[in-house]
């Protein structure tokens, strides 16, 4: 009798394990069977109530049984665990011969990119490149330009005093002072640098951006020159024909002043914020030097001239690069910088 029992629940085990499809079917199924207090268990205990021949017949049964399942079960088992290893595998898998990913590289700003072009095309006509400091003296950024304290011309451009009395520079004109000294006639520089003003920022205006001054002093200096060097600077950065204006411009330095302005490439002339719908943007303020100012650079005027100009560089990258906003320049955002990363 017990005997049937034992091989009936034998084979019925047999095919449960058989058809589970998940681990822990077949754990719950080793418990109920196999476990401390399953099946097989109870079948042991029952085994002394048992005649002594009946119980080796039985015990011998009940061990084979044991072994069968066991087997099975352990099949099963190691059956899970590889595809629950190959499942692992694929989902954690790495290529290490793969090439590392890309380590994120800067580039140069394309103000810094732009500067450096025309750096190397000023060298190129014998212009020496000079630096001078952010912070400057009242002197040079004004009184050794011709503006004297209470001229007029101090309010065009709003000042960033120091409480010291200097000033941050409203201009790259100081280094034109500097450079006048420092070189001595003749001379051929340029000085690229950021300067500020207090002003309200808006599409074109940056309290802090970039200009780019140049000044040539020589024998016979004329606006043929001027405008020979503001052309070629122009088509050097272009790289084809943009349309410019020239008109008469007041800048206490220099004398006659024009203002150089080349037509918005953001739209064409048509009008946008960029331009202030004028259709055209300040960029080269330039003119002849003021004899005042050579003579208060130590130069003297009687026997030397020359040109200035004040390139907006800021303004210069916008229309290189049809850049709407001045803002972008200066944000940081790398979904802007990463552009210009050539
Ligand atoms: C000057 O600063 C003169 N020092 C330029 C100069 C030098 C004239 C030598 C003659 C001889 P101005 O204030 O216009 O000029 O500024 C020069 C250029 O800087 C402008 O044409 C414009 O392109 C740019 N600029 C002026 N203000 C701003 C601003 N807030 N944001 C961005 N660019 C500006």
């Given at each position: 009798?017990?005997?049937?029992?034992?091989?009936?629940?034998?084979?019925?085990?047999?095919?449960?394990?058989?058809?589970?499809?998940?681990?822990?079917?077949?754990?719950?199924?080793?418990?109920?069977?196999?476990?401390?207090?399953?099946?097989?268990?109870?079948?042991?205990?029952?085994?002394?109530?048992?005649?002594?021949?009946?119980?080796?017949?039985?015990?011998?049964?009940?061990?084979?049984?044991?072994?069968?399942?066991?087997?099975?079960?352990?099949?099963?088992?190691?059956?899970?665990?590889?595809?629950?290893?190959?499942?692992?595998?694929?989902?954690?898998?790495?290529?290490?011969?793969?090439?590392?990913?890309?380590?994120?590289?800067?580039?140069?700003?394309?103000?810094?990119?732009?500067?450096?072009?025309?750096?190397?095309?000023?060298?190129?006509?014998?212009?020496?490149?000079?630096?001078?400091?952010?912070?400057?003296?009242?002197?040079?950024?004004?009184?050794?330009?011709?503006?004297?304290?209470?001229?007029?011309?101090?309010?065009?451009?709003?000042?960033?005093?120091?409480?010291?009395?200097?000033?941050?520079?409203?201009?790259?004109?100081?280094?034109?002072?500097?450079?006048?000294?420092?070189?001595?006639?003749?001379?051929?520089?340029?000085?690229?640098?950021?300067?500020?003003?207090?002003?309200?920022?808006?599409?074109?205006?940056?309290?802090?951006?970039?200009?780019?001054?140049?000044?040539?002093?020589?024998?016979?200096?004329?606006?043929?020159?001027?405008?020979?060097?503001?052309?070629?600077?122009?088509?050097?950065?272009?790289?084809?024909?943009?349309?410019?204006?020239?008109?008469?411009?007041?800048?206490?330095?220099?004398?006659?002043?024009?203002?150089?302005?080349?037509?918005?490439?953001?739209?064409?002339?048509?009008?946008?914020?960029?331009?202030?719908?004028?259709?055209?943007?300040?960029?080269?303020?330039?003119?002849?030097?003021?004899?005042?100012?050579?003579?208060?650079?130590?130069?003297?005027?009687?026997?030397?001239?020359g040109f200035a100009f004040g390139l907006g560089l800021t303004r210069l990258v916008m229309m290189r690069y049809a850049i709407d906003d001045i803002r972008q320049l200066q944000g940081g955002d790398l979904r802007f910088l990463t552009q210009f990363a050539f």
């Amino acid at each position: 009798m017990i005997e049937t029992q034992l091989s009936e629940l034998a084979a019925a085990t047999e095919a449960r394990i058989a058809a589970v499809t998940t681990a822990e079917e077949l754990e719950a199924i080793r418990v109920e069977v196999l476990g401390r207090k399953g099946r097989l268990a109870e079948v042991s205990k029952d085994m002394g109530k048992l005649s002594p021949e009946q119980r080796g017949v039985v015990g011998k049964l009940l061990n084979a049984a044991k072994q069968t399942l066991e087997t099975a079960l352990t099949a099963r088992k190691t059956a899970f665990d590889e595809a629950a290893l190959s499942a692992r595998l694929e989902r954690e898998w790495l290529d290490l011969t793969a090439p590392a990913a890309g380590a994120g590289l800067g580039s140069l700003h394309p103000l810094t990119q732009i500067q450096a072009e025309i750096e190397d095309l000023f060298v190129s006509l014998g212009f020496t490149v000079l630096d001078g400091p952010e912070v400057e003296t009242e002197f040079n950024n004004f009184d050794a330009l011709n503006i004297p304290p209470d001229h007029p011309a101090r309010d065009m451009q709003d000042t960033f005093w120091l409480s010291n009395g200097h000033l941050l520079r409203t201009h790259t004109s100081p280094v034109q002072v500097r450079g006048m000294k420092k070189l001595g006639p003749p001379l051929r520089m340029i000085a690229p640098g950021r300067v500020f003003r207090n002003e309200e920022v808006d599409a074109s205006h940056e309290h802090t951006f970039y200009q780019l001054e140049g000044m040539m002093v020589d024998k016979d200096v004329s606006v043929a020159h001027l405008i020979y060097f503001m052309k070629t600077l122009l088509s050097a950065i272009f790289k084809r024909d943009v349309t410019v204006r020239l008109r008469p411009g007041y800048f206490p330095f220099v004398e006659p002043g024009f203002e150089l302005d080349i037509q918005c490439l953001i739209c064409q002339g048509a009008g946008c914020p960029v331009c202030k719908q004028s259709g055209w943007v300040e960029l080269l303020p330039c003119g002849l030097v003021h004899p005042n100012v050579l003579r208060l650079g130590g130069i003297d005027p009687e026997e030397y001239s020359g040109f200035a100009f004040g390139l907006g560089l800021t303004r210069l990258v916008m229309m290189r690069y049809a850049i709407d906003d001045i803002r972008q320049l200066q944000g940081g955002d790398l979904r802007f910088l990463t552009q210009f990363a050539f």
